[in-house]
């Protein structure tokens, strides 16, 4: 009874333990920003970061990206809202978040990468920071500003974008304990990577879809004939 006891009580302080660790990892985002050499090293090399927190950062991003396109000023972005999905929008940024992990990951163990591809994942969403914060900032702001000073909020998202850019080439540097300009080859070569595999994925669908409408077609014809007979 007395060990029943005891257990139960280390159930919440585990937990509260857990959350705290989970607030830590998330807070050091902000860290990885400003210091993103030390900061990505620290990140997978010392146990910083954590899977929880990335997935919350691309959660996150996922809905400030939706709030950025619909509730952004109409003179500064303009949305059909009659096509908008945000099925697209969820694609549109985890579907290149997973095919550069698995791209990069692919191509880096023939280079002596050390990084697994959940430290690729997570190193991918802390760089997404910036531009998380920034278009967070940019939809009230464009409520504001005037036409004649839009140049602030294109500057401001293109400082969101760059920083982005340099923060991925600064991650797969610590996380594959690269050079520069090694990291910066495997990064453009990963790219270039996801878009063979894009294509070798769009080929494969066409041609499953052209066979699966062959066979339809096959079959409805055979049913024609039956009935006919």
Same mark, same amino acid.
């Given at each position: #009874?007395?060990?029943?006891? *005891?257990?139960? @009580?280390?159930?919440?302080?585990?937990?509260?333990?857990?959350? *705290?660790?989970?607030?830590?990892? +998330?807070?050091?985002? +902000?860290?990885?920003?400003?210091?993103?050499?030390?900061?990505?090293?620290?990140?997978?090399?010392? *146990?910083?970061?954590?899977?929880?927190?990335?997935?919350?950062?691309?959660? %996150?991003?996922? /809905?400030?990206?939706i709030?950025? /396109?619909?509730?952004?000023?109409?003179?500064?972005?303009?949305?059909? #809202?009659?096509?908008?999905?945000? =099925?697209?929008?969820?694609?549109?940024?985890? @579907?290149?978040?997973? %095919?550069?992990?698995?791209?990069?990951?692919c191509?880096?163990?023939?280079?002596? @990468?050390?990084?697994?591809?959940?430290?690729i994942?997570?190193?991918?969403?802390y760089?997404?920071?910036?531009?998380?914060? $920034?278009?967070?900032? %940019?939809?009230? /702001?464009?409520?504001? =500003?005037?036409?004649?000073?839009?140049?602030? +909020?294109? +500057? #401001?998202?293109?400082?969101?974008?760059?920083?982005?850019?340099?923060?991925? %080439?600064?991650?797969?540097?610590?996380i594959?304990?690269?050079?520069?300009?090694k990291?910066?080859?495997?990064? $453009? /070569?990963s790219?270039?990577?996801?878009? $063979? #595999?894009?294509?070798?994925?769009?080929?494969?669908?066409?041609?499953?879809?052209?066979?699966?409408?062959?066979?339809?077609?096959?079959?409805?014809?055979?049913?024609?004939?039956?009935?006919? @007979?």
């Amino acid at each position: #009874m007395t060990a029943i006891k *005891k257990r139960a @009580g280390r159930a919440p302080n585990s937990t509260a333990l857990w959350f *705290k660790n989970y607030l830590a990892s +998330l807070r050091y985002s +902000l860290y990885t920003m400003r210091r993103p050499l030390d900061g990505f090293w620290d990140l997978i090399h010392e *146990k910083r970061g954590s899977m929880a927190a990335a997935h919350t950062i691309v959660v %996150l991003f996922v /809905l400030v990206q939706i709030v950025y /396109l619909t509730q952004t000023n109409f003179t500064f972005i303009n949305i059909n #809202m009659e096509t908008f999905s945000s =099925v697209f929008v969820v694609m549109n940024i985890v @579907g290149p978040l997973l %095919l550069f992990s698995l791209a990069n990951w692919c191509l880096t163990t023939l280079f002596d @990468g050390k990084g697994r591809i959940s430290d690729i994942y997570m190193g991918y969403a802390y760089a997404m920071v910036p531009q998380l914060i $920034i278009r967070a900032i %940019l939809t009230p /702001l464009s409520h504001v =500003v005037t036409y004649d000073e839009m140049m602030i +909020l294109v +500057l #401001m998202w293109y400082i969101g974008e760059y920083w982005f850019y340099l923060l991925i %080439l600064c991650a797969m540097k610590q996380i594959h304990d690269y050079s520069f300009g090694k990291a910066v080859i495997t990064t $453009i /070569l990963s790219l270039a990577a996801m878009g $063979i #595999m894009v294509f070798i994925f769009l080929m494969f669908f066409a041609v499953v879809s052209d066979g699966i409408a062959y066979f339809y077609s096959l079959g409805q014809e055979a049913l024609f004939r039956m009935r006919r @007979g």
